[in-house]
């Protein structure tokens, strides 16, 4: 097992390793004295990880009661949210009790932002169960809810007390949603080093599980210790996000978000290699390597079409964004530029 120890407003341990779903209990007892733990967790991770996650609770001394909501991110809304809020308080919940979010990132925000809000903040642990949620959301803090008029538009801060992440849940994720998982690593790749982003090209993500999800919640770690409430460097997690979440919109979900952010990263290496920001060389090497993992660096939408998006965008269309742009692994940069500059960066990354 391995231990990556966060330091945010809440100092927290991320455990990894083969098997430790099933000592989720014993694990979790050394840092919350059994007490109620409610399992809130989606259909199909309810079907497959459960029952475990439950009996592994139990025999360490917790109650354990369970939500379930169907699966998908259509569930991340103010109405199943309200549900699971109705649903603790019925059970009485108690400001001593634990929240455990067992799946992917749709429930880990979901719980997360539930156990953030409930009798104004209650303890609560993450299990991811998606590659994903292991590299990515369930580390950080941030928790969030759909709104009708755009993704994770209400939400909060609010640290976990322990994240457990056992690598062999991965198993049972269908081919694409892994697949979806790897831009997201590929996207540390980028921004973490030439020696990670070597790694990726040499030996695939599944043959070497456990260490990149190390690498990505190790790097994820020091950005978040140094920007919580993401006003600065925390931003360079959103490579790839700007033009990827404009396809993402335009797609209205047909494709995966980590499918758009593979198409956002490679939009924006092919206009900062036109801008002057990057080579034409690590430009290649990273649409080959996006490639290779069998995800898209193409899409059907115009220039005009993604940026009248990206102006609707809630969070973008107040004047100034700061887009992440590459210039060498582990070398990508924060710029300041108004939304209308969007065009250019849009037109350039578009033209193949
Ligand atoms: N909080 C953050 O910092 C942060 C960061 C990135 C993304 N996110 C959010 O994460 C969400 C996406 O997360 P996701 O891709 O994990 O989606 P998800 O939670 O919907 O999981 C994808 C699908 O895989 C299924 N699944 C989960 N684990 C499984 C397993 N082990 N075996 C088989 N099937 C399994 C789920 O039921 C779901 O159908 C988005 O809502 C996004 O906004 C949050
Ligand atoms: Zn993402």
């Given at each position: ?10 100092t ?29 967790t ?97 580390v ?84 978040v ?15 790839g ?16 978000h ?10 924006v ?10 080579s ?73």
């Open positions: 097992m391995k231990t990556i120890t966060v330091s945010a407003s809440k927290y341990e991320v455990l990894v390793g083969s098997g430790l779903l099933d000592q989720t209990g014993e694990l979790t007892a050394r840092v919350v004295k059994p007490c109620k733990a409610a399992i809130i989606d259909s199909t991770v309810d079907a497959l990880y459960t029952e475990r996650t439950r009996r592994s609770l139990e025999q360490a001394g917790f109650e354990t009661l369970l939500f379930v909501f169907p699966a998908g991110e259509s569930s991340k809304n103010l109405t199943v949210f309200g549900q699971a809020l109705n649903f603790l308080a019925e059970h009485r919940l108690s400001r001593s009790d634990l929240i455990v979010a067992l799946g992917g990132g749709v429930v880990g925000d979901l719980a997360g932002f539930v156990a953030a809000v409930y009798l104004r903040g209650i303890r609560f642990i993450q299990i991811p169960t998606t590659l994903l949620a292991a590299v990515d959301s369930s950080g803090g941030k928790t969030a809810v759909d709104l009708d008029t755009g993704k994770n538009l209400a939400g909060a801060f609010w640290q976990p007390e322990l994240v457990i992440c056992d690598p062999d849940t991965l198993a049972t994720l269908p081919e694409r949603t892994f697949r979806e998982g790897c831009a997201e690593v590929l996207k540390y790749g980028l921004l973490i080093g030439e020696e990670f982003l070597r790694s990726l090209e040499e030996t695939p993500v599944s043959d070497q599980l456990e260490a990149v999800i190390c690498t990505c919640i190790a790097y994820k770690r020091d950005i210790a140094g920007d919580e409430f993401d006003r600065g460097q925390r931003q360079l997690l959103n490579l996000h700007t033009i990827g979440h404009a396809v993402e919109t335009k797609a209205d979900y047909r494709l995966f980590g499918e758009c952010v593979a198409i956002g990263m490679a939009a290496i092919r206009a900062a290699v036109q801008m002057g920001h990057c034409a060389a690590l430009r290649d090497r990273v649409l080959a390597l996006i490639r290779k993992y069998g995800l898209p660096t193409e899409t059907e939408f115009t220039a005009d079409e993604l940026y009248a998006v990206c102006c609707s965008d809630k969070k973008i269309a107040s004047g100034t964004i700061r887009l992440v742009v590459p210039a060498a692994p582990g070398g990508c940069r924060l710029l300041p530029m108004p939304v209308s500059d969007l065009r250019e960066w849009l037109e350039k990354g578009l033209a193949v």
